[in-house]
């Protein structure tokens, strides 16, 4: 585990969180580490890196997170965990900025970064419309994958037509879950509804029975399917679309560029495998790192 962790720490109220999966943070910069340990490997201050922080980060830097476990969530000392703050912290370290980690919601990520409030995106799927508004510094395959109770009657797919489907507000899956309410009218099966979340493990409404099935990002589905099979089950084959990236303002390749060396450094050292690895994702890593590669990245 880690020596230091830049994360904000949540104050009252992590433990309701953890319970509902609906987090709200709040905290300062801590002090910048001149190197931390991830599972094995240590992570050094380059000072050449450094040299290319740009000025509006060199007093460190704010970036958004969505809850979705194993990528980000909440453990039970209140402290935010999982593959996204690992690779935020080690890229922190490399660079020598301190890092705010604020959670929000995934719809909020893109205007907070054009607002200036957020440093770079960290959850944006790498799709050519959103290449207009950013340019994204691609690190992770992302798919998506359908998630039921491990009792669910539902066997594929088709099943899933006349059920309520939960998702996260603004995502892909959001657009993905309106298309297939409208391909299951066209077949003559109404009443397929759509309610959408924002900072929610979706684990948690299918739990409580307020939805049947969610779409959900494949990390996710695939971390409970495998980790809570008592529980979940994964519901036909998972869908690989796109590379999940962080994203600064389109046209800011300075800052892409200063994304993509570190995080090639942190895949030299063996540093991106290991945080992968631990968060069991290692079939959603990436070979190298592109800037704006889009889905083409991924044939």
Known sequence: MHTKTFTRILGVGAAVA??????????????????????????????ELADRVPAEWK?????????????????????????QPDLVNAIATKLGVSVDMEVAPFDAQVPGVQSGQYAFTTATGDFPARQEVLTMVDYTIAGLGWLAKADSDISSVDD??????????????????????????????????????????????????????????????VYFAANESDKFMMVGDPIHDAP????????????????????????????????????????????????????????
Request: a negative charge; glycine letters at 10%; aromatic letters at 6%.
């Open 18 to 47: 953890l319970m509902t999966g609906t987090l709200a943070a709040c905290s300062s910069n801590e002090p910048v580490a001149e190197s931390m340990d991830f599972y094995g490997h240590t992570v050094e201050f380059n000072q």
């Open 59 to 83: 007093n460190g830097i704010t970036v958004p997170l969505q809850v979705l476990r194993p990528n980000m969530f909440v453990d039970e000392a209140g402290k935010n965990v999982g593959m």
């Open 160 to 221: 899933i037509c006349g059920l309520t489907i939960g998702v996260a507000k603004g995502t892909n899956q959001e657009v993905r879950a309106e298309e297939i309410v409208e391909e299951c009218d066209s077949k003559g099966i109404p009443g397929t509804e759509i309610i959408g979340f924002s900072n929610t493990l979706m684990t948690v409404p299918l739990e409580a029975d307020r939805i049947d099935v969610t779409y959900d990002s494949i990390s996710s589905v």
């Open 244 to 299: 999940i990236a962080f994203g600064v303002v389109a046209g800011e390749d300075e800052k892409a560029e200063l994304l993509r060396d570190t995080i090639k450094e942190l895949m030299d050292e063996g540093v991106y495998t290991a945080i992968f690895d631990q968060w069991q994702l290692q079939d959603l890593t990436l070979d190298d790192v592109a800037i704006n590669g889009g889905p083409d990245i991924l044939n």
